[in-house]
């Protein structure tokens, strides 16, 4: 932006634009032509002495100046041509003269247009979404952030939120599938343990699958804070091909006896990753509410652990009992041994080597387990075993459960899970005692 008034010379004429024409201008040399258009006669084209063409268009803002009268006279660029055809360029200054007219300064309404649309572009709203939202309602924050910033944004960074379509999530998605392919295969090699194609395939999926259900979420919350009018996310395509995306519930269970191989190797590998393993068995919760176990969660008395609703993927406390074997893993663990008489403060069972948090980042840990039980089953000529993942555990305790007779209800409470309909209002019964009796029976399967 600046004023009319310029200190280079230059020679000027005004006549209609036309491509033609402008194919034949030519500044002398020492000077530089200004060509003012009949058509929106504050529209210019200025040529350089070396030959470059350039638009802008000048104005007075109404109310500017003293008086309210018409402010100063002020240059606004609108492009070099011929990237800007000359249509554009007098469209371009008819909405310039516009605004100058009901006394706005079209040049910086330009820079405040500009600024907001830097400030939606994907990546930022992907930033505040994180702070502002993920942060506060999801526990696995971390997760939301790291397929964000690992998945989304280096496809769509300086992208519109509000111009993404569902087209575009599509595309995304066969780009994260591979990409995720991709990363299961570097992580394989570096580890040295080949997979299978299939199971490269699953990693591929599964990434893919993640990524939309994030993506669901955030474009769910702009919509609320009035940044985008659909969600491109949240119905996809029917097309057979796609189908592949929607999620499908597992079914692996293990038996009793892979059970057993899977209990025998986590005792050879111990505290603390093992010793996760065989209490996931026994009590059949999730890895993260075992790993998170402390003091302040663990009733001494009555041998039970209540986890609050803030850490409980349902938001509801849950209370469970925990089984001879189960009481004395615990009583064994390096930390609890190491508990002063009076706790000050809480304390984690399983922490890290800081002590001050609780383990996470089980990669290394569920590695270790699979080639210990595969070590342990070639020493006495057992067969692999089949495909399994840590979350299967609490399925295959739920089934051994009903193999043993236990009521469905009663398996369903020691899982923590809500009672369906109209019975989670009516029954507010703790289940505690059943709850136990289901529990201890499981655990005299290991001992």
């Known amino acids: ?95 310039a003269l516009d605004q100058a007219e009901k006394g706005i300064d079209p040049a910086h309404q330009r820079q405040v247009d500009a600024v907001a649309r830097n400030e939606r572009t994907f990546e930022i709203i992907a930033e505040r979404f994180v702070e502002e939202y993920a942060k506060e309602e999801q526990k696995e924050w ?95 395509p029917s097309k057979k091909k796609k189908k592949s995306l929607a999620y499908t519930s597992r079914k692996r269970a293990l038996s009793l006896e892979e059970l057993r191989r899977v209990w025998d190797a986590a005792e050879e590998i111990g505290y603390r990753y093992g010793r996760v393993i065989q209490l996931l068995i026994l009590t059949g919760q999730r890895r993260s509410e075992i790993a998170k176990l402390n003091t302040d969660w663990l009733n001494r008395d009555k041998w039970t652990v209540t986890v609050p609703p803030l850490h409980y993927k349902t938001n509801i406390e849950h209370t469970y009992p925990l089984s001879a074997p189960a009481i004395a893993i615990i009583e064994a663990l390096p930390s609890y041994q190491a508990l002063p008489k009076k706790l000050d403060k809480t304390y984690y069972l399983f922490p890290t080597n800081n002590g001050d948090r609780p383990i996470n980042g089980f990669s290394k840990g569920r590695d270790q387990l699979h080639a210990k039980i595969a070590e342990l089953g070639e020493k006495e000529g057992l067969p692999p075993l089949d495909e399994w993942q840590v979350r299967d555990i609490r399925r295959s305790v739920k089934t051994e459960m009903s193999r043993l007779g236990v009521p469905h209800l009663h398996s369903e409470q020691v899982l923590g899970h809500v009672l369906p309909g109209i019975e989670s209002v009516y029954d507010v019964h703790d289940y505690l005692g059943e709850k136990r009796a289901a529990l201890d029976l499981w655990g005299e399967q290991w001992t």
């Open 1 to 95: 932006m600046a004023s009319v008034a310029d200190a280079v010379e230059h020679e000027a004429k005004r006549d209609t634009i036309t491509d033609k024409a402008i194919a034949k201008l030519k500044a002398e040399p020492g000077k530089r032509l200004e060509w003012a258009d009949t058509v929106v006669p504050q529209l210019r084209l200025r040529v350089s002495q070396k030959g470059a063409k350039h638009w802008s268009v000048v104005y007075r803002v109404s109310g500017a100046g003293e008086g309210g009268k018409k402010g100063k006279m002020r240059r606004m660029s609108l492009g070099d041509y011929p990237r800007v055809t000359i249509a554009k360029a007098r469209d371009g200054a008819r909405d």
């Open 142 to 236: 971390k997760s939301t952030k790291a397929y964000l910033d690992n998945y989304v944004v280096p496809h769509w960074r300086g992208r519109q939120v509000e111009e993404i379509k569902r087209s575009d999530v599509n595309a995304l998605l066969v780009k994260v599938r591979a990409q995720g392919i991709k990363r299961a295969r570097e992580r394989a090699e570096k580890a040295k343990k080949p997979r299978t194609e299939e199971r490269y395939a699953l990693s591929g999926l599964s990434a893919a699958r993640e990524v939309r259900k994030r993506l669901r979420t955030l474009f769910n919350w702009a919509g609320e804070e009035d940044l985008v009018i659909f969600n491109p996310a949240a119905v996809m």
